[in-house]
Each structure stands twice: as structure tokens, then as C-alpha cells.
């Protein structure tokens, strides 16, 4: 009987203290690289922190650009001491293509492709490439070269293309071809090969 009492009053305690859970570690998500394009005498007005954080969505919230912000701030969250590579090149037509990103040996050791987002908000007009074709509420011509010729440019391709009609944004989704890619590793090459812009890449509008 005292057995029987000892076992009894043994499992009652065990039942009343809970198992406490192992702590779930926060999942690592790749930051992508995020830009957007300007004019010259826009390229540098922000610092490379200020135009990774708010800069290249141009301090707009947006419903394209929020899922992004958000593994931006968890990188951040991630690695709180990376290095941010900001970087900019001319395009054909006229205008800049700004990027940055996050850059960390933590993150080029994961061997994952990165993403890269175009955001061109509703406040941005450009002369020389309307974004929004008013007849199919896709992009246009000159903004669909525009993109090709990135996506070269960033050693990528073109994922997809969201094009909102009453807000006039527009945001591309880009994965790069292969991992550990870095912005910095990027510039470098393209730097190294002192390739001739205007005529290296013809424009897909201006083919007979």
C-alpha cells in the first residue's frame, strides 16, 4: 500500500510541472538586395543605410514593398553588425539603377540564391520610360528593356513583375543566378570587364 501511495503521489508532481519547450531560434531568411531607379542628381542624397531601410521604396509604404521591408528589418534583427554595400550604375536610357544590400560572411556562407526587388513608386515619373502601359496595365515597353538589361546587369533573372493600375507602382522580383551572390562581388566584375553600356546591350524596342 505505501508502494502503491508513493508511486501515486510520485505522479502527481510529475504532472503538475510542465515541460518547458526548447526555445524555437528565429528562421533565417536571405535579405534580399532592394533598389530602385533615379536620376543622377538622386543617387546620392541618402546614405547606404538610409536607402536600404526607407530609401529605395522612397519612405512609401506600399503592399508591394512591405513583405520585403519586413526580411530587411530581420536581417537587421539577424545580423546587427553586417556591412551595407550600396551601389550605383547608369543604364541605357538616361537614368541610374540603384542597390544595396546586407553583406556578411554569415550570409554568403548559406549558399542560397538572393532575391533582388525593383520597387518604382507611384510618385516616381520618368520622361524617357513610362512604367505603366495604359492599355494592358502591364509594364512597358521601355521599362520591360529596362528590366532585361537589369537583370543582366545583376547577374539575375526576372522572376516576376506585380503592376498595380490605380497606384501606378510597380515592383520586379529578381533571383540571382547563382548563390552566395553579393553586390559587391558584382561591381567588381562588371568594373573589371570595362564594358561599353550603350552598345554591349541593345535595347529589345529599338531590334527592327
Known sequence: MELFGWLKNKSSVLGSVKATPEPVPDRFIKPPVVMTILREDQICTETPTQFLHYGWRHGEESQFAN???VQIKHGHKMLPDAKIHSMAVPLPNGLWLRAASYIDPLID???AHTALILFLPASLVYDDMPKMDSITGGPTQELNDTLR???LR???RIMSVFTDCDSGE???VFKS????YTIHNNEQRWSNAQLVIDTTIKK???KP
Do not use: H
Open 67 to 69: 513583405a520585403w521591408d
Open 109 to 111: 556562407e548559406r549558399g
Open 149 to 151: 538589361y537589369i537583370a
Open 154 to 156: 545583376m547577374e539575375s
Open 170 to 172: 510597380v515592383l520586379a
Open 177 to 180: 543566378w547563382r548563390p552566395n
Open 204 to 206: 529589345e524596342s529599338d
